[in-house]
């Protein structure tokens, strides 16, 4: 038996779902409500306990029936079990035909809902119990018509219940328990179609095709990234497209012995990451583009750990071979650091020399990407119907909506009605990516699809449904949800939550993004925060640099859970957006031990009230002057906020702290100022600090206590 909900059970116990779960509370075992699941094991362990207590007591009593469960103010009487559903039913064999005697029972006028069928004896108790079936919702009519009862009779309960309702209203799950209770009816909850729809099929083995791997390429800047990109289109264009063909959405195929590759065209960890971030997985191999007379360089690394953050596997371009000056074994060399070991040298890395110029070396790399799809297994059915991801979509002025999308499994066939993130539509169009039109595309195909009502987002997931108002239906409750999930979004991980999330066995993993001025810092971090693991959280640090705060390290955060550790580095404006967005916590410091604390007590549920920042504003300097026993004095322009002469200051030169303290003065025209808001210009001068340089950007900070809630 698998999971089974409260009001399911009550239904299977013939009891109401109230007594069930004062039940349930009794034995000690936490449910929300009626509409909560139970485990197997926890639902046997009910019905025992019920057993005994039938046996004991229940059936020695006169059965009253029982309240309505969810109506609290109605209930004065004794609690009990209902009747038994089988004596009930021989009672009623052949007694199919008098609601009205029910009628009489449920009581007319202004207390119908308070004395129902409380004093109704048991023999006189007529009725065919009534079976009510619903999936997310049914209007009143519908509910009506399955409980045998004029609309008008379910509105005006409705209403005793302090509910207006119109005949077509469409009623929710708890409402229609309400009602169905106070008819005598059983509820039934199927599972909604969306559910079905979305649910994740087993599929079994003979069904699985082999499909073709997708791919992104990542690396540094100017590692050839999309030369390479180009010349792999290049290279597998026939002879008669040649020149005609012009390449049309952000993603292609090429044939290498036979089998296709699907190559995202959007290169750079970013965008992989920035999919991730909304819970798309796409790609099944990362391609990391090192230029032989480069070597590994920052970006390099922040791609290794975006690519082993989603657990994807790497396979090095060791690029621009031709250049006199390349050395593919340096390449090897630093790689290792990164435990990225070369096969040949006894490590299980693919790397492979090329040149995205010559294009050399790039039919090896796609039969490496083959070779490493082929180890992957990855399989997916043809025969079913289609869903994947929007890889980009956009408002085209003459053609409204166009998605490029990647079917990852089934086929996708025009006039196909779709599910496409929050928003739907039937397929009119559909382009392959050369821009020519298709009927159908299969696993790993990326197409471009006309005729959704509106423009999903990258990263969005779609699903072909069998008819509109499937469609219509479910676009429409996943624009709920996505509203509802917004609101109460507790996705991501922050230090102040992550005892009690650890508890609720919510999380095995505190993800950790460290980012630190110097080198030296990092390593003493790592060392000591993996010592911090225990047996019920590890410690894991997915990707470490020196820096300042960027984008995509508050995206890989948001995409791995992770939070941001800094080390006399700050976030820039953009970062601090995208982690206010994303809801993604940053923390900086300027001590380790300081940071090593936190999380230790963070892990052990001790973190004391927080002192947190405040920003005040941010002033950017312009010129800097030497004043004779003053010191270093700039003339600077208020970017954001204000600076109040009270505040704390903090200098930073490329995202790095290179100075933390107190104002000297604050001027504006010669004299002292109070505080300088955003669009004014003023002069300011920091205690026991003279290093001040054009650009620096002074950042003006507060403290404030905020109480933790643990
Ligand atoms: N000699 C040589 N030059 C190359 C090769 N691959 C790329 N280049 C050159 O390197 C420069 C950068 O190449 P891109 O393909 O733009 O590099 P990228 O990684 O896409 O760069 P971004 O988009 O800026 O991140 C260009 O001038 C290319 O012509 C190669 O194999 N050999």
């Known amino acids: 038996m698998s999971k089974i909900r409260v009001h399911e059970l009550a239904k299977e116990l013939e009891v109401s779902s109230k007594d069930l779960l004062a039940k349930i509370e009794d034995i000690g075992i936490n449910v929300k409500n009626h509409m909560s699941t139970l485990p197997a094991n926890e639902a046997e362990r009910i019905k025992e306990s019920m057993k005994k207590t039938e046996n004991n007591d229940i059936t020695k009593s006169v059965k009253p029936e029982t309240d ?110 309400i009602i169905a209770e106070e008819f005598g009816a059983t509820v039934e909850v199927k599972t909604s179609k969306e559910d079905e729809l979305f649910a994740e099929i087993e599929e079994s083995p003979e069904n699985l095709q082999n499909r073709p791997p997708v791919v992104t390429i990542m690396g540094h800047v100017d590692h050839g990234k999309t030369s390479l ?285 460290l980012k630190a001025d110097v080198q030296g810092t990092i390593e003493a971090l790592k060392q000591s925060l993996d010592k911090l693991s225990n047996d019920e959280v590890r410690v894991n640090i997915i990707h470490a640099g020196v820096g300042g705060i960027k984008e995509t390290d508050v995206m890989l955060s948001s995409a791995s859970h992770a939070i941001i550790l800094g080390f006399n580095v700050r976030p820039d404006n953009n970062a601090k957006k995208v982690a206010e967005k994303e809801d993604v916590d940053i923390r900086t410091y300027r001590v380790i031990y300081d940071a090593i604390e936190d999380v230790k007590a963070a892990l052990s549920g001790l973190l004391s009230p927080e002192i947190k920042e405040v920003d005040l504003g941010q002033a950017e300097v312009r010129q800097t002057f030497k004043v004779p026993k003053v010191g270093t004095v700039a003339g600077c322009y208020v970017i954001e906020g204000k600076i109040l002469r009270s505040a704390k200051v903090r200098v930073v030169r490329d995202g790095v702290v290179m100075h933390d303290g107190n104002l000297d003065s604050l001027r504006r025209f010669k004299e002292d100022a109070k505080e300088v808001a955003t669009g004014y210009e003023c002069g300011i001068g920091i205690e026991r600090y003279n290093d001040l340089k054009e650009g620096d950007i002074i950042e003006a900070y507060t403290f404030k206590e905020i109480k933790r809630e643990l």
Not at 71 to 89: L, R, Y
Not at 261 to 270: A, K, Y
Not at 343 to 358: F, H, K, R, Y
């Open 229 to 513: 990109l180009d010349k792999i289109r290049e290279a597998n264009v026939t002879a008669t497209e040649a020149g005609g063909i012009t390449q049309h959405i952000g993603a292609y195929q090429v044939e290498s012995n036979g089998q296709k590759i699907t190559f995202l065209d959007t290169p750079g960890h970013e965008a992989f990451t920035a999919m991730r971030a909304r819970g798309a997985e796409v790609t099944d191999i990362a391609i990391l583009v090192v230029a032989a007379d480069d070597g590994v360089m920052p970006q390099t690394v922040e791609a290794i750990h975006h690519a082993k953050a989603a657990e994807v596997p790497i396979i090095i371009a060791i690029n621009k071979m031709d250049k006199p000056d390349s050395n593919a074994d340096r390449i090897k060399q630093e790689l290792t650091e990164y435990n990225l070991i070369s096969e040949e040298w006894g490590g299980d890395t693919i790397m492979v020399p090329v040149s995205a110029l010559t294009g050399d070396g790039i039919g090896t790399l796609l039969e490496m990407i083959l070779l490493v799809s082929e180890v992957q297994e990855l399989k997916a059915n043809p025969d079913r119907n289609a869903r994947g991801i929007v890889i980009e979509a956009e408002l085209d002025k003459g053609r409204g909506p166009v998605a490029t999308l990647l079917v990852q499994s089934g086929t996708m066939k025009i006039g196909d009605f779709l599910v496409v993130g929050t928003t739907q539509g039937r397929i009119r169009a559909m382009l392959d990516y050369k821009g020519r039109n298709i009927k159908t595309a299969g696993p790993s195909a990326p197409v471009e699809i006309l005729g959704l009502s509106d423009v999903p987002s990258a990263g969005d997931d779609f699903i072909v449904a069998d008819n509109e108002k499937l469609a219509k239906q479910v676009a429409e409750r996943r624009q709920n949800e996505r509203h509802h999930k917004e609101i109460t979004s507790r996705n991501k991980i922050s230090l102040d939550d992550i005892f009690a999330r650890i508890k609720d066995g919510e999380i095995k993993d505190l993800n950790i993004v």
């Open 68 to 177: 309505n469960e969810a109506i609290p103010k109605v209930k004065s009487e004794p609690q009990g079990f209902k009747e038994n559903k089988g004596n009930f039913n021989k009672n009623n064999k052949n007694n199919n035909n008098n609601r009205n005697n029910k009628n009489k029972f449920m009581g007319k006028g202004k207390n119908k809902g308070k004395h129902k069928h409380i004093s109704q004896p048991k023999e006189v108790m007529p009725e065919v119990k009534r079976h009510v079936v619903i999936e997310e919702s049914i209007s009143v009519q519908d509910l009506a018509h399955q409980l045998g009862k004029k609309a008008t009779e379910v509105i005006k309960k409705l209403m005793v219940l302090g509910y207006m309702a119109t005949i077509n209203q469409e009623l929710d799950i708890e409402t229609v328990m």
